[in-house]
């Protein structure tokens, strides 16, 4: 059985995965001080109320990560209570050539994106990962990562403008039934949620233009649901993308690892 671990700003997601299926997964918030024992007894006691599952059935272990500092802890994690050394993804995933001016800044998280959105629909493909920063993602014909896009999530705007606006309150994320808003409260959540699907449809719009190739829009992240019926730029909403990619990126550095 694989455990997938992929580390992001905000939460950290492990997926229990056997025969190439996700059995179980769970989140916890992103920490660099949590240590291998604390993950372990954690993971202990969820994996025991999912079946009286048990860290023994673990053979191996990958680890996406966004975050430098949580590796050294859930590198132990593995070592000393999976008895398996770790597979990292970095830049030199078999079979996905980095087509940027500098391959070894291509974050985890997209490549992940990348292999995931690939092996499911194809190329060429835009992946459009709603998280702590909103990044879109182009993959080639052949599942080559070609560079993207970077902004900021919509978690941060809401953040932002609470933090740097005196009398702006804290808001929920919520879909508002009109784009004029009449109150304070109605007037952030407009211009954030479609102030976002704005952003999101100009950016599918101007990527595709200068790709100049009909492109497969696929949408994944925290957040990512919040859009599902409010745009019709985006052809799949699928938030199994990420474990995806990491159970396929497993499967490739293993059969390296074998040869």
């Known amino acids: ?21 996700t059995v179980a997964q769970w989140r916890a918030s992103t920490s660099a001080r949590r240590t291998a024992d604390e993950y372990a ?8 109320l999912d079946g009286g599952r048990s860290l023994g059935e673990v053979t191996s272990c990958i680890i996406a ?14 070592r000393r209570y999976l008895n398996a050394e770790p597979m990292i993804v970095g830049p030199d995933i078999p079979g996905v050539p980095v087509r940027i001016d500098r391959p070894s800044e291509a974050g985890a998280d997209r490549l992940v994106g990348a292999v995931g959105g690939f092996v499911t629909y194809g190329g060429p493909l835009i992946v459009v990962d709603s998280g702590t ?19 900021p999530g919509i978690n941060l705007s809401v953040q932002a403008l609470h933090t740097a606006a005196a009398r702006l309150p ?4 919520e879909r508002p039934d009109k784009v004029i808003g009449t109150d304070t409260v109605g007037a952030m959540q ?17 990527i595709s233009t200068e ?10 992240g925290g957040v990512s649901s919040l859009f599902k019926d409010a745009t019709d730029k985006i052809h799949h909403f699928d938030p199994d993308l990420t474990i995806r990619g990491l159970t396929e990126i497993a499967r490739r550095l293993e059969a390296e690892r074998q040869r």
């Open 41 to 48: 007894v954690w993971l202990r006691q969820l994996m025991d």
């Open 170 to 173: 804290r808001i929920a994320i």
């Open 190 to 206: 407009a211009g954030v949620f479609w102030g976002y699907v704005s952003l999101i449809e100009g950016l599918i719009d101007r």
């Open 65 to 78: 990560t966004v975050v430098p500092q949580a590796l050294f802890n859930l590198r132990n994690l593995s």
């Open 133 to 151: 920063a909103t990044t879109f993602d182009i993959v080639g014909a052949d599942g080559g990562f070609e560079g993207g896009v970077i902004s």
């Open 1 to 21: 059985m694989l455990l997938a671990i992929d580390v992001g700003n905000t939460n950290t997601v492990f997926a229990l995965v056997e025969d190439g299926v």
């Open 211 to 220: 790709y100049g190739a009909p492109m497969t829009v696929v949408a994944t």
